[in-house]
């Protein structure tokens, strides 16, 4: 009996610590922006383990971060077909040679070759700061830290699932220099929140061949010398550092911009 009493008094334990650690980055984020709900791609962040059972970008979902195009592409009528970069899965990105913007989907591409460490520890791009966090607060204080003020926003994509075929509906531009911190495709929840200079980015309304309409979040690169070069030219049929280029950004991950207005913290 005795045995029995301290296996549930664990058990009930056990759950306790977890409804805790799972209320405490919610409390954590609702003392700093009152009444604001967290943006879906930040759920996965109050995981009391820490880890999914699954990995969390499906294969279908690499189209959203593998595609590439020009800044004046982004205007009303413009159609776009996710995944113009068909060597993603091919190319794997070299630590020794840091590349920024696409090069987060080259290496959720080839999840399998790269260890979690690898990535959090290998070199930065050119004019990227980078930072690995595994819980919200950790994610929150980076940001704070980072722009030196609450008066933040996060913006996330929301694309259809299996739609492949868009056309732009609207355009707007939401800051300069964001932080994009984007959920790594591990099973253990880590989120990759980087900064690179000379960028833009915009929210897209798509809507897709079925009608459904979505926002994609978008990020233009000015300055492009440290991209793929293979991947560039593939896509764009340019070089690294001659001109401005766009990717849209996948369902997990999100920009950290300036909130200059009433608007709400989050963009979803």
């Known amino acids: 009996m005795e045995f029995a009493h301290l296996t549930v008094l664990s058990l009930f334990c056990l759950a306790f610590v977890g409804i805790t650690a799972t209320s405490s980055g919610e409390d954590y984020w609702q003392s700093i922006w009152p009444n604001t709900p967290l943006p879906k791609t930040f759920s996965d962040l109050l995981i009391p383990s820490g880890k999914t059972n699954s990995l969390p970008i499906k294969s279908e979902e690499l189209k959203q971060y593998s595609t590439l195009f020009f800044e004046h592409d982004l205007h009303p009528g413009k159609n776009f077909i996710l995944g113009n970069t068909n060597s993603v899965g091919s190319i794997i990105r070299p630590f020794t040679k840091s590349r920024q913007g696409v090069t987060d989907s080259i290496w959720l591409a080839n999840k399998e070759k790269q260890s979690l460490e690898d990535f959090c520890y290998s070199p ?40 492949d ?7 707007k531009k939401v800051g300069d220099n964001a932080v994009m911190c984007h959920r790594l495709n591990f099973e253990k929840v880590v989120f990759n929140c980087h900064q690179v200079r000379d960028t833009t980015a915009y929210v897209v309304s798509l809507v ?19 991209m793929n070069p293979e991947l560039l030219y593939e896509a764009l049929e340019v070089t690294p550092g001659t001109v401005p280029v766009c990717h849209f950004i996948g369902n997990k991950a999100a920009a950290w911009v300036p909130n200059h207005t009433a608007d709400n913290l989050c963009v979803m």
């Open 124 to 163: 930065t791009a050119i004019a990227e700061h980078k930072h690995c966090v595994s819980s919200l607060k950790s994610m929150i204080d980076q940001v704070i830290s980072h722009f030196g003020s609450t008066k933040i926003k996060a913006i996330s994509s929301n694309f259809a699932p299996y739609q």
């Open 165 to 171: 075929q868009y056309v732009v509906e609207d355009v």
């Open 208 to 226: 897709a061949s079925d009608g459904t309409k979505t926002k994609a979040l978008t990020v233009c690169h000015h300055d492009t010398r440290g």
